[in-house]
């Protein structure tokens, strides 16, 4: 069975400045993908970037890169300059190659202070 | 906007009533996946289709079944319904059945039942 482990339920950072959001998963499969999203108090859930388990290079979009490290089975979310509106919660899920059912984590929940 | 439409945006009924809840995939998307949210089990992947055909099953209790028509667009029926089944529920759609590419989500139904 898949597993994913978000151990922080709140985070806090400035304005401008970067932030790590933590994720480590557990899976028996060789082929997964690690994906990141948002949900705003709104409610809805926002895909922000996925990372493939043979993927050479980290993933980024925009603001965000994925730190994936393999052999530590780690794919923290990095959100550079950090802005009032990343004020969210974070959902870390991994997606399996077989059986196609994805996990999510218990999310973090960042608040961006001006 | 996702392009993933979910109808009602909400739902209040009573304990032991049934409920259809709809979604339609962006346009071309084949395979469409059903959350619950609630806020002691997190979110929970219920029930995969593709192209009209179950691909996958989660934590999807007996009193629940889902179903995509030859449109692509799906229901998920909730019977029987408990105070417990009270949730957000979301339909995503992906593009492919293999698993690992982004699911894109619609804006949920918040279900109330009293």
């Known amino acids: 069975a898949q597993k994913i482990t978000q151990t922080q339920p709140g985070m806090f950072v400035q304005e401008k400045e970067a932030v790590t959001l933590d994720c480590t998963y557990d899976t028996s499969d060789p082929s997964y993908g690690l994906f990141w999203y948002k949900q705003p108090s709104s409610g809805e859930m926002i895909f922000l970037i996925y990372q493939g388990s043979y993927d050479q290079q980290n993933a980024t979009e925009g603001r965000y890169s994925l730190n994936f490290q393999k052999a530590r089975k780690s794919a923290n979310l990095v959100i550079s300059a950090s802005q009032l509106g990343d004020s969210a919660m974070y959902f870390c899920?991994?997606?399996?190659?077989?059986?196609?059912?994805?996990?999510f984590g218990t999310g973090t929940s960042l608040t961006v202070i001006p | 906007d996702s392009g993933v439409t979910q109808t009602p945006k909400h739902l209040i009924t009573a304990t032991g009533q049934r409920v259809t809840l709809r979604c339609s995939p962006r346009?071309?998307?084949?395979?469409v996946y059903w959350y619950q949210q609630s806020l002691d089990q997190g979110l929970q992947f219920l029930i995969q289709y593709y192209n009209g055909e179950e691909r996958a099953k989660g934590n999807i209790l007996e009193r629940f079944s889902a179903q995509q028509f030859p449109d692509l667009h799906s229901e998920l029926n909730l019977s029987s319904l408990e105070l417990g089944d009270s949730a957000l529920y979301f339909c995503?759609?992906?593009?492919?059945?293999?698993?690992?590419?982004?699911?894109?989500f619609g804006p949920g139904t918040r279900l109330t039942v009293l």
């Open positions: 346009s071309g998307d084949l395979s």
């Open positions: 899920a991994i997606g399996p190659n077989t059986g196609n059912q994805f996990y």
């Open positions: 995503a759609s992906s593009a492919y059945s293999g698993g690992i590419d982004e699911q894109f």
